[in-house]
């Protein structure tokens, strides 16, 4: 067969290998995207919970205090802003004997009217928790224990299931400065400040690598990474909780699995679809080929036969002295035996298009007697020197068409003889395969089918490549039509077959 038409698609696969390269690198940069989205999101509710877990335990003073008799005090947070326009804040606190029944807390502005922004108030309400923060932390000490609690049960109620501990750090060197006076928000640091560790929450991750500083002076920092949280909560910046976090991107990568799996399939998909595009292209291609290999060998094989037909019709018809009856009937016989040939052309395509019709006229047959009518009347088309043997086990019974079995066993003789060496040798075996399954071998001697056309032998026009010239005769039907009726009445073919040595073609029947 012709191998040049598959070339037409060569650069196909090309075309597939850039389009899942360019839909796996956008896939990737999406994912990538949202994971940092998602890392994001995780950061700050892990924030939120800590904040949340220091504003309850805050809350929880202030109530403590207010219904004990015996708290004194009184803590006044005076914010305003300054001539030049930047938000100042005033804290003073006042614990003597004057007895109040509640802790009481004031805010003032010095200047309302300059209150232009919503940032402001966002600042005002931060700058005050700050104050009434740090008036409290002189007057009561922080209940670490509920704020590590509270903290836990803030990232089990958010789903947020990851190892943490949490630290309680006082600030011994001067941490930050306010850069912007306004709104605090641009801190600057020591490169190296120390602070001590007054407590450890219990938590569930090894205190390493925490622990590995002294007991006494720990660096305290700003961490870039995004499992790691400073939360300063005091003003003057005395204490700190330091949060320690492992398995956020974890977390964050588990929480897109929906997202990760829809990816995958989708390139999975799209390459399925390309590699099914691509065989079923050059599918459609071979069979382009074997249909236009078809159609020369055919016309080639009707030519010749009416051609020599025709010659023969011509003497007979145009001859000024008429034949001997000798030559006369050699002629008849010429022209006899190409339209037998072209009789036997037409009938394999007749009989390949109505494969298994009739379906009805199928009956029970003896598998023995068949085959031996069938090798007797082929043994009349092999050579002296050839040799067709049977071996046949009794009492054989197949439901099948006689004229479909025939043609299954002629197609499989045909085949064998017309592929034998000089040494013509076929046999053919029938035996009880299994309960309820008749099998039947048809072997030769013959050349042999190379392992690279044996998928291709049953597809219809297929005929083995011999190189650029065709010495057997042939229209790639037979085979073809054999196995569209073993299927037709559920059975199957198979071949075994090595180059040089012979081929045995294979039937499964079932009873």
């Known amino acids: 067969m012709n191998s040049k038409g598959p070339k037409h698609h060569l650069g196909l696969p090309v075309l597939v290998c850039i389009c899942l390269l360019v839909l796996a690198v956008y896939q990737g940069i999406w994912l990538t995207d949202r994971y940092h989205k998602e890392h994001d999101r995780l950061s700050e509710e892990v924030a939120e919970c800590l904040a949340l877990a220091d504003y309850t335990e805050l809350e929880s ?30 804290v003073s606190i006042n614990y003597d004997d004057t007895v109040r029944p509640n802790l009481k807390m004031n805010s003032a502005f010095r200047d309302t009217v300059s209150l232009k922004r919503i940032e402001d108030f966002l600042t005002v309400g931060q700058l005050s928790y700050k104050g009434i923060h740090a008036a409290l932390d002189h007057i009561t000490d922080i209940d670490f224990k509920l704020t590590d609690s509270l903290l836990s049960s803030a990232l089990e109620e958010r789903n947020i299931h990851v190892e943490h501990r949490l630290f309680l750090i006082r600030i011994q060197d001067s941490l930050f400065q306010a850069t912007d006076s306004a709104t605090l928000s641009s801190p600057l640091y020591a490169p190296k ?20 500083f002294t007991e006494y002076k720990i660096p305290v920092w700003i961490s870039t990474k995004k499992t790691d949280y400073l939360f300063p909560f005091e003003f003057s910046m005395r204490f700190a909780y330091y949060m320690k976090v492992s398995g956020l991107s974890f977390l964050a990568l588990k929480n897109m699995n929906g997202l990760i799996m829809l990816s995958l399939f989708t390139i999975l998909l799209t390459m399925f679809a390309m590699t099914y595009l691509w065989k ?12 236009r290999n078809f159609v020369h060998n055919i016309t080639h094989e009707l030519k010749t036969p009416l051609s020599v037909a025709m010659a023969a019709k011509e003497v007979l018809q145009y001859e ?8 006369r009937t050699q002629y008849l016989n010429i022209i006899g035996n190409k339209l037998e040939e072209l009789g036997e052309l037409i009938n394999q395509i007749l009989l390949l298009g109505r494969a298994g019709k009739n379906p009805e006229m199928a009956r029970t047959i003896q598998v023995n007697e068949y085959l031996t009518k069938i090798a007797e009347e082929f043994r009349l088309r092999i050579p002296e020197n050839g040799t067709l043997d049977l071996e046949l086990d009794e009492n054989l019974q197949i439901v099948i068409r006689p004229q479909d079995f025939n043609a299954i066993i002629y197609a499989l003789l045909d085949n064998a003889l017309k592929y034998s060496t000089e040494e013509i040798f076929i046999k053919i075996t029938a035996r009880t ?9 048809v072997s030769d001697h013959g050349k042999g089918i190379p392992a690279t056309a044996l998928p291709y032998i049953f597809d219809q026009f297929y005929r083995v490549p011999e190189g650029d010239v065709q010495n057997v005769r042939g229209y790639g039907l037979g085979l073809s039509h054999a196995k569209k009726l073993m299927q037709h ?21 079932i009873k």
């Open 193 to 212: 400040p120390t602070g001590k560790i007054l407590a450890r929450g219990k938590g569930d991750m090894t205190p390493n690598p925490i622990d590995d």
């Open 320 to 327: 000024e002295n008429p034949l001997p009856s000798e030559k």
């Open 433 to 441: 395969k299994g309960k309820g399954k008749v099998e039947i071998t």
């Open 280 to 291: 079923t292209l050059l599918r459609i291609e071979k069979i382009k080929e074997m249909e």
């Open 489 to 509: 009445y559920s059975g199957s073919i198979d071949v075994k077959s090595t180059p040089g040595k012979g081929s045995i073609f294979i039937l499964h029947f």
């Open 61 to 90: 003073r202030m109530q403590k205090l207010r219904k004990d008799p015996a708290s004194q005090g009184k803590i006044d947070v005076s914010r305003g802003y300054s001539e030049n326009g930047r938000m100042t804040q005033q």
